[in-house]
Every structure is written in C-alpha cells, then in structure tokens.
C-alpha cells in the first residue's frame, strides 16, 4: 500500500503533504526524471531501504529534468519539513541553491552525480569515468581485433551540455578510445535528448554524413537504442557472434532493455554501465546519519559508488541477470529472453 | 476579390517555401557529399512523414479555426497502447485496429470539448493532451517499466520496418497516403469546401446551413484517427514504445501547417502548403546534422527559418493585397 501511495504521488507530479509522523524519519527524495527506468528504479530501493533499515518514510517528487521544477520540489520538501533530502538535479549552479535553501531552513541535504559548485554537503559520487574509459577501450579494443585497416570514427550523443555528462560520460569514453587508438577521431556529436526515437532520426542523419562511423557512444541506454535502430534502419547494427562487423555501440544506465541487446551475439549494441542499488542506498545512509548527527551537514563529502561496467564480452550471463535483479528489481530470466 | 487574395497570398506562400527548398538543395549538395542520395532523402521523407501524416488532417482542422495540442501525447498512448497490447496476446492486426478506435476516441474528447461545448481549443486539447500522456505512463507502469520493447512480437517491429513490395518503408506510404487523400477532400469534396466556409466566416457558415459542428468534430476524430496512426507506426519502426515520445510534437505540426501558409485564423490553406513546410523543416534538421553543426546553433537556426519565412510571405502577401 505504501509502495502504491508513493506511486501515486510520483505519477501525478503532486506534492501533496502526507501527515509526518513525528517519530519516524522522513526522508525527500528528488529524483531527476520518473520518465526513464533508472530512475524509477532508484526511487524504489530507495524508499525499500529507508522503511527496512531505518523505519524511515519516503516522500517522492519528480524533478521532470527541469531545473526550475527540481528547485521548486525542493522547497515543497522544505516547507513541508521533511528530516533529509537527497537530490539529483540536473544542473551544478541550481544544486547549490537547492544546498543553501535547505541548510538556511536546517535541513541536511545531499546530492548525487550533479554536485553543488559550492561543494559544501554530501555527495554521492558514482565513479562513472572510470566505467566509461574502460567501456571506451574494450569498445576499441574489439573493433580494431576485428577490423585493423578500418581507422577508428567516433560518433556521440549527449543530452546537450550537462557539464558532468561531459565529465563522467563523453570525456572519458572519448579518453578510453584514444588510449587503444591515439588516432581516432570524434567525427559528430549532437544532442540525442535522452531519447530513444530522437537519437534514431540524429542517427541516422549523422551516420549518412560520416558513414565510417564505427564506435557511437549514447551518454544513456535510450540513447544507446535509437542509435542502433537507427544502425539497423541503414543494414547496420550488425555482429558475427560478437565479432564487430559495421559498428559497436555503448550507453550508460544497464536497464533490462540494453541488456537483452547486449547479450544477442548478433546486435551491435555491447557495452553500458551502471549502478542504481549503491546509489540509493548510500543517499538513504548519508541522509540518516546526517539526521541523526554522525555526519556534519555542511561539510563536502564525496561517498563513491560503483558505476558496474557491462560488456558483452567481458561479463558473465549470470553477472549480467544479478546486476538487473539487484538494480532494477529484474524478476524474469535473461536466457530465456535471448532464447526467445 | 477576398478570395483571390487569399488564393494569391497562400500561392506566394507556396513558391517562396518552393524557393527556400530548391535553395537548400542546391546549399547542401555543394557542402555535403552525402546530401544527394536516396538513403538521405528517405531518411528525411521518414523523419517527416509523422508529422505530414498528422499534419494532413491537423490542416484541414486549422483551416477552421481551431487547432488540436493533444497529438503528441495521442501518439505516444497509442503506441504505448498498441506496444502493450501486442505483448499480451492480442494479434498485431487486432491490435492496431482498437488502437486506432481508441485514437479516434481521443479525438472525439476533443470534439465534444471544443465542437459541442464550445471550451477554448488550447485549453480543451492541452487538457486531453495531459490526460493521454498520464495514461500513457500508467500503461507502461502496468507492463513493469518505463517503456515497452521487450517481449514484443516479431510481426510487431515487421509492420513498421518491412517496406511496401520491398521497396518504399511503409511510412512513406502512409505519408503519401494522407496528403492524396487531404488534397482530394480540400479540393472535391463538401467537407473541404464546407471547412474552408467555417474559418472563413463561421457565422455565414453556419446561416449558409453548414452543420459546423459536426465538421469540426469529424475533424478532430480524423486527427486523433492519424496521430494513433502514427504512433503505431513510429513504435513499430522503433521498436520501442515509450510513453515520452511526441513530446513537442505538436508544435513541429503547428510549424509545418503555419509555415506552408495556413492561418491560425482559419480560412486560407492547403495541404501541398504544409507539405513544402514539413520539408523546409526536414532538410533543414538534415542538413545541420550533415554539416555538424552543433545543437545550440540548430536551434537557433530553427527560430530563424521559421520567423524569416513568415516574414517574407507577409511581405509578400502584403504587396499581393496592394
């Protein structure tokens, strides 16, 4: 029922006060947008751990991936008087009001992947460069063992200008291509909007224009996904067994949908990485011993997170189910969804 | 004298927007050799054929005077809809088939709201728009995720990606579809003449007997009818079903239907218009990409397009009325 009620507050947008219990703690959580499954996801485990390990109670409002409705959810959350915040906002100056909005009003707040430019709470740092530069070797790695005379062509889809995305994501991709292929070249880079259908029709237009485009990065999994049924549409999106053929694919997020094309030999689509369990459960952590006074405030923190990089060639069918049942509540089987 | 001067003006429209486009043509294949092929132009034809396909009847709809706001989010149910139907059991054929009555039934909220009660058009059709797309979520929330794409039927993803006899994606064929079919109404039938009548003067319309009412409620059906349409066939092609999809969609209609020369008042207008300002559009999108442009410059390219055109047709217009 609390799951439902949660729900219900998230699909309707509404920030309607529940009666806070005044001896239980209530925790705000903005997520940045209850439109892509990560998200989703993260906003479950989180209200899961916070009820089980802290008899805790979570109010959810959705950030829309607005910066303007982000802040004014955070000021409903103040008003209402909830115990923490955790926030992922999406833009660094915002986040630092949203952190000077809810210190003036005494309430702990922490941040995850966008931090404060004022750096001056706790923030949840997944360690996404990492899984991104090594995502961009093994990307390489594989399409110069199958195609040496082929010089390697990069092409991006970002969400249009996120700093951090450029810092987390794109940079280090980029950084993990050029360490295999000192040589290869970013020949386009648009803006995919975070969106499936978007990032096909860029896709497409971009690949007509530098058809010897052979690694693509989608800063996420939806991304990721238009650009390899773009890839498709063109008699692309191809792999011999895992042997790259026309091109590889990578994104970011690890959602069930990425996964069954990742683990199809034959799809193009190999790399993402990922990590909403740790994530939600280290702002549940951070907020309640802010709360409970073991955890200054006001002081910056960097609490790292795995971001767990997946491949098709480098991690197990099993390793892959474990990271969709632990991260997206993923109760069905793998195999038999690449069976069928 | 009226008429010929909405006749004269909508013209001007046509052989500037012609104007713009054999421009454009010739611009981008000197800058990008990749611009003259036929992959391109069927990349650009299917880029704009949702929007031709809505566009169709959305014309017909603004030249009475009204407007629908809902499309995008009418596209993204129905294909939410389809997408979900289609992994539980309900044959693809089936499928589309109550999809397209329940698009049609969107259309008809907004035909009852603006037609026969009279409620403004923006505020009716944003109404259904957010209802359509709150339901688009809940389907998807009801299937487990965010979106729909695993589990789908093969034949479900062949409907959108099999070309007609092999040759032309079905899309196109759809596109080409819809504007014969519009171009036929507008010009031989009593509903174009009738709708014509209707933004021209509804008064006069509805003294001359005109059933106004019904006109425009047919019209709203018809485009709830073609955006379900679309969203199927956008899933199919994808696919993927996700119920943010079509998120601005309307205004992209709006533009091609403005741009080709129909007013926002009602009255003036054609289809073949529209059609020239779906394609302004789409090659303009294409060829930024081809020349890589970045995004931010895009955008800003867009606002000019739009603007300069409707500038250059009003100055022109203007003298035309002189």
Known sequence: MKKLLTMAVVATGLTVAPALAEDKIVLGKIPYTLEHSYHQSIVEIFADHAEKYYGAETIVVDGQANSDTTLTAVENMISQGVDAIALHSPDIGMTATAVAKAHAAGIPITTTLIYPESK????????????????????????????????????????????????????????????????????????????????????????????????????????????????????????????????????????????????DPSSSFKLTHGQVRDNARAEVDTMVAMVRGELPMDSWMEIPTLSQEIDYWNTSLAGAQRFLQENFSFDGSLEELLSN | MKYLMHYLQTDMQKVILMGILAALMIGLSIASPNFLSITNFTNVLLKVAIIVIIASAANLLMITGNFDLSVGAVLAFSGILHAYMSKHGVPVELSILITLIVAMAWGGVNALTVSVLGINPVIATVGTLFIARGFAFLIARWDGGANIMMGLPRDFVDFGRDPVFGLVPLAIVVMVAAVAIFIFIEKRTALGRKAYAIGANLKSAKLSGINTVGIVALLYVLVGLFAGLSGVLQTSRVGLASPTVGKGLEFDVIVAIILGGTSMLGGVGSTFGMVLGALVVGFTANGMVLLGIPFYYQTIAYGVILIGTLLLSQKFGTRAKA
């Open chain 1, 120 to 263: 001056n709470a706790p923030h949840i740092a997944p360690q996404e460069a990492l899984s991104s530069h090594r995502m961009g070797v093994v990307a390489t790695e594989q399409w110069i063992a199958a195609n040496p005379d082929k010089p390697v062509k990069v092409a991006i889809l970002d969400f249009g200008g996120f700093e951090q995305v450029v810092a987390l994501r794109t940079a280090p991709f980029v950084a993990g291509v050029k360490s295999i292929a000192p040589n290869a070249e970013v020949v386009a880079q648009q803006n995919g909007f975070g969106n499936t259908v978007k990032s096909m029709e860029i896709m497409l237009d971009i690949l007509q224009a530098n058809p010897d485009v052979n690694i693509i990065f989608g800063a996420n999994d939806d991304m990721a996904l238009g650009a390899l049924a773009a890839a498709e549409q063109l008699g692309r999106g191809q792999m011999d067994n895992g042997v790259p053929l026309t091109e590889v694919i990578a994104g970011v997020d690890g959602g069930e949908n990425a996964m069954i094309k990742i683990f």
